[in-house]
């Protein structure tokens, strides 16, 4: 559920830790649960949400050399949400289906776009990307109100890897695995520090107030059946849309 206090996400999890499925599971559930639910994911290694690709409601940018499309996709969901805001500005009472931004890999997708930025900023721009301050702090700090969600994967969730403006404190609700004692200390910040847990799959999450340990669903060793299963869960009750959807093009 996003119903919280701190309606963003952030994950800093290592290699290896079952981000993937995290993902995939995290993506099928908002599906799932709201037939007008939608999620807009970017995914610098390409492979992270393929068993959604192609769901009614999910939309992906996984090129890594296409780092442009990447940002045009956080802007049109940027986009979208002002455009909630307007509408709820005239009827305060408008009431808005989920929608969530996926960010995997965050290390690689922003350096991606400081390389990208170098190259087509003019002398007198920021060195920060303006991506960051024109497309992503607007939906952290103004999409809860309209039901606009933002979720950060990372190896290292680190202050750089959010753009190095702030960002990074708006992901109140944190997942953390196999970190190290400066990556408690950077995300969680409590003592005693637990130790690391090696199973897959073994985070432990903070909202701020508790500390949870909690073992995610793992994946089918079988890849074809784990994306089957992923796949049918996020379309139950979604098939009329595609139907839908081929009648109108029809």
């Known amino acids: ?31 799932h649960n709201d037939i007008n639910a939608s999620v807009d994911a970017i995914d610098p290694k390409q492979t992270s949400f393929e068993p959604l690709i192609g769901v009614p409601g999910f939309s992906v940018e996984c090129d890594p050399r296409r780092i442009d499309l990447m940002w045009a996709k956080i802007m049109t969901f940027k986009e979208e949400m002002i455009s909630r ?33 170098r190259s087509i900023k003019d002398k007198n721009d920021p060195a920060t ?7 992503v702090a607007p939906i952290l700090w103004m999409g809860r109100s309209t039901n606009c969600h933002a979720v950060f994967v990372g190896q290292r969730l680190d202050e750089k890897s959010t753009g190095g403006i702030g960002l990074r ?8 695995a196999g970190y190290r004692e400066n990556q408690w200390k950077m995300l969680i ?21 508790e500390e949870v340990w909690v073992q995610n669903m793992l994946a089918s060793i079988d890849k074809i059946e784990n994306t089957k299963i992923i796949r049918d869960y996020a379309m139950v009750n979604r098939t009329a849309l595609v139907t839908k959807s081929d009648a109108n093009v029809a």
């Open 1 to 31: 559920s996003f119903n919280l206090d701190d309606p963003h996400w952030g994950a800093s999890v290592g290699s290896g830790r079952g981000k993937s499925t995290w993902l995939q599971c995290t993506a099928a559930q908002i599906l």
């Open 85 to 117: 805001l307007d509408a709820q500005k005239l009827d305060p009472t408008l009431e808005f289906p989920i929608k969530v931004l996926f960010i995997d890999e965050v290390n690689m997708f922003s350096a991606m776009s400081v390389s990208h930025w």
């Open 129 to 135: 990307p303006l991506i960051w301050r024109d497309g």
């Open 169 to 176: 404190d708006s992901l109140g609700f944190r997942g953390i």
């Open 189 to 209: 910040g409590t003592t005693p520090m637990p130790r690391s847990q090696k199973p897959k799959g073994r985070w432990i999450y903070s909202d701020g107030q």
